[in-house]
């Protein structure tokens, strides 16, 4: 069953472990490194540079509509033979994002809050940067539903980091 697997980055390699994934989706700031894991080729790993902010600041890089471009982008070229993994440095707000995306990117079919309540139930921290899902909200013609949708899971709760959990494309 394809599904995205979402982690902080002090989890990756043991998710990386235990699901195999072919692709690997990594949201983080643009100067911390992050090595790709073995058996993931480099075709297969989108890295994107952004800091988890909601308005400019000097420094930091706002999440825009180029970077859920890339996210969209990505998601789609995924053959969901194996899943994907995605993972920014805690876990919170820029992986849960990216996973919400790709679940609105991959099934048009379903309602944007339906999506949101899975998302919840699977991560109750889960705190999704507004600013990225307002971006891939406009790429994708949800007309604001993506935006409303997370703001009516609203914050999760407190957490230093992010649980590891799967969304099922299929469920």
Do not use: K
Request: charged fraction near 20%; glycine fraction near 8%.
């Amino acid at each position: 069953m394809p599904a995205l697997h979402v982690c902080p980055l002090s989890r990756l390699a043991e998710t990386v472990a235990a699901v195999r994934p072919s692709h690997l989706l990594t949201v983080i700031n643009a100067a911390t490194p992050v090595p790709r894991p073995e058996g993931i080729g480099p075709e297969n790993h989108l890295v994107i540079g952004v800091s988890d902010i909601l308005e400019a600041m000097d420094g930091h890089i706002l999440p825009g509509e180029e970077h859920a471009r890339q996210i969209i982008g990505f998601v789609r070229r995924w053959n969901r033979e194996r899943p994907m993994v995605v993972h920014c440095y805690a876990g919170i707000s820029r992986s849960t994002a990216a996973a919400y995306i790709g679940l609105c990117a991959l099934r048009p079919d379903l309602d944007e809050f339906l999506l949101a309540e899975r998302l919840r139930r699977a991560a109750p921290s889960a705190t999704p940067n507004a600013r990225l899902v307002a971006a891939a909200d406009r790429l994708l013609g949800r007309r604001g539903r993506m935006s409303e949708a997370i703001a009516a899971i609203g914050r999760g709760v407190d957490a230093f980091e992010g649980t590891p959990f799967a969304l099922p494309l299929d469920s």
